[in-house]
């Protein structure tokens, strides 16, 4: 459907904008360092049924954390609420670091939850999806763009890489092979393939 804003992707429940399809986007980690997790003004987007796992499987990755990552969890609990209400990652207090971020020798950020081995955030693995959902039920996909992320743009328009192709097993994950499967077919009808 098209109602002048570009084309929405309509799956199940799930609209997608048509930037998540027809974009390039490529993570390019040697030019950011995983400056988007260290950077911003509210933490990782979170769902409810997430925080049971973030606090259960929290003496398996606390270790890999930054001492100030531990004593804001220790402070203001496993999430916060931003400015509009919603549940987000906690951050560092007086910075736009998340309390979960771990920094290799070089000064490079790397979730320290997802370096032990657990699952991190829906959100951080979709990113730069972002993912709305409506009160009446059913979500909305859209592609987050942010200057930092400007070499990932770069990159994936240089290799031939579209933001949905490079997120194919997040959102496989957390939509299913037969959601990825007719969002491939729907972003080729609209690239022309």
């Given at each position: 459907m098209n109602g002048g804003f570009g084309t929405i992707i309509n799956i199940g429940d799930v609209l997608v904008s048509e930037d998540v399809v027809l974009e390039y986007f490529c993570c390019d980690y040697k030019a950011c360092r995983?400056?988007?997790?260290?950077?911003?003004?509210?933490?990782?987007?979170?769902?409810?049924?997430?925080?049971?796992?973030?606090?259960?499987d929290y003496d398996r990755y606390c270790?890999?954390?930054?001492?100030?990552?531990?004593?804001?969890?220790?402070?203001?609990?496993?999430?916060?609420?931003?400015r509009d209400g919603d549940i987000v990652t906690t951050l560092v207090p007086g910075s736009?670091?998340?309390?979960?971020?771990?920094?290799?020798?070089?000064?490079?950020?790397?979730?320290?939850?997802?370096?032990a081995g657990c699952t991190?955030?829906?959100?951080?693995s979709l990113y730069p999806i972002r993912v709305t959902k409506f009160r009446g039920g059913g979500?909305?996909?859209?592609?987050?763009?942010?200057?930092?992320?400007?070499?990932?743009?770069?990159?994936?328009?240089?290799?031939?890489?579209?933001?949905?192709?490079?997120l194919e097993k997040p959102i496989t994950d957390a939509y299913g092979a037969e959601f990825?499967?007719?969002?491939?077919?729907?972003a080729r009808h609209l690239a022309g393939e």
């Open positions: 995983g400056i988007c997790c260290i950077e911003g003004d509210a933490g990782a987007p979170l769902e409810e049924d997430e925080l049971p796992r973030i606090e259960r270790a890999g954390m930054t001492e100030a990552g531990r004593e804001a969890v220790a402070l203001n609990g496993f999430f916060e609420l931003d736009g670091a998340c309390a979960y971020a771990h920094f290799s020798g070089d000064g490079s950020c790397l979730c320290a939850i997802e370096r991190k955030p829906r959100s951080c979500e909305a996909l859209n592609l987050h763009s942010w200057e930092i992320c400007r070499h990932a743009r770069e990159k994936g328009r240089r290799e031939g890489i579209r933001a949905y192709r490079f990825y499967k007719a969002l491939d077919a729907a």
